[in-house]
């Protein structure tokens, strides 16, 4: 399956929407994509899984570098509209405790950053 992955900038969030699987195939291509912004000091990221069917243990490994990146550089990441399936993954990993993740997408999103 493909990945789609659209970044767009609101007030100082950078924002991107994910969509398809993430998995050995695909994680390269967001990683990619992540680490065209990662080092911009103190970026606040936010990623939106709404439409993200599927992550292996490769696309998990994608967001823990890039929130390990802005952490170092003093930023934060925040990551919604995962759906049971794949917040359950995260709560199995213990990444939920380290990563902001919501399961809905508020509709505040700028106060929740």
């Known amino acids: ?62 967001f823990v570098g890039f929130y390990k990146t802005l952490k170092a550089n003093d930023g934060y990441v925040k990551i919604i509209g995962v759906n049971d399936r794949v917040k359950r993954l995260f709560e199995i990993t213990g990444l939920d405790e380290i990563i902001d993740i919501e399961k809905g997408v508020g509709e505040n999103r700028d106060a929740t950053l």
């Open 1 to 62: 399956m493909n990945l789609s992955v659209e970044l767009s900038k609101e007030d100082s969030v950078q924002r991107f929407h994910i969509a398809g699987e993430i998995d050995a195939f695909t994680a390269p291509v967001l990683k990619e994509k992540l680490a065209a912004v990662q080092d911009i000091p103190g970026l606040q990221a936010e990623l939106n899984l709404t439409d993200v069917t599927y992550i292996d243990s490769t696309g998990l490994g994608v």
